[in-house]
């Protein structure tokens, strides 16, 4: 099975600040990799596809790199709406999410 | 755009059968992959399976012995059945599209709480 490490779990953040956060794969699953936030009470919602493609309809302060086995999700300028919890996801062989990184207001 | 309903049961016993159907509306449930994913309160988000329209699955192998993905075309719906259901199964239940390329899970349901509990 692939595992997916996601870091960090937390972290505290201010509007305007540039946020990264990384996943890396057990094994190498290409750019099959997707990043989706959620907030409290609702479904998640896909931000990237491909490990860099923009969902339409996604702010471009969102953008996502990586292949192989290890991905980033930027955002490059944090607006209030973004604090939510985030997730990446592996659909190279199964399905398996990263754990989650919960963006806090600082 | 699509839109994803779960339905089925808030409560369920131990040991029984957990039933959720999605239905599928403002668009067609041919040329996807349907999947099931589940998040227990508080935590993270787990993968159960999916259905290709034709009718084949593909399962977590960490649920494949308890887990039955079925579809319905013509009722633009599809379903899980998992059993022997115990409290560590008591989660949010979501549906969700997969595109055939460009990713997975571009529309979701807005989830259904399951609880075990007898």
């Known amino acids: 099975d692939i595992q997916m490490t996601q870091s960090p779990s937390s972290l505290s953040a201010s509007v305007g600040d540039r946020v990264t956060i990384t996943c890396r794969a057990s094994q190498d699953i290409t750019n099959d990799l997707g990043w989706y936030q959620q907030k409290p009470g609702k479904a998640p919602k896909r931000l990237i596809y491909s490990a860099s493609s923009l969902q339409s309809g996604v702010p471009s302060r969102f953008s996502g790199s990586g292949s192989g086995t290890e991905f980033t999700l930027t955002i490059s300028s944090l607006q209030p709406e973004d604090f939510a919890t985030y997730y990446c996801l592996q659909h190279n062989s199964y399905r398996t999410f990263g754990q989650g990184t919960k963006v806090e207001i600082k | 755009q699509v839109q994803l309903q779960e339905s089925g049961p808030g409560l369920v016993r131990p040991s029984e059968t957990l039933s959720l159907t999605c239905t599928v509306s403002r668009g067609s449930i041919s040329g996807y992959f349907w999947s099931w994913l589940r998040q227990p309160p508080g935590k993270g988000l787990e993968w159960i399976g999916y259905?290709?329209?034709?009718?084949?699955?593909n399962y977590n192998p960490s649920l494949k012995s308890r887990v039955t993905i079925s579809i319905d075309t013509s009722k633009n719906h599809f379903s899980l059945k998992l059993n022997s259901v115990t409290a560590a199964d008591t989660a949010v239940y979501y549906c969700a599209r997969e595109p055939p390329s460009g990713g997975v899970f571009d529309y979701w349901g807005q989830g259904a709480l399951v609880t075990v509990s007898s």
């Open positions: 259905i290709y329209y034709s009718g084949s699955t």
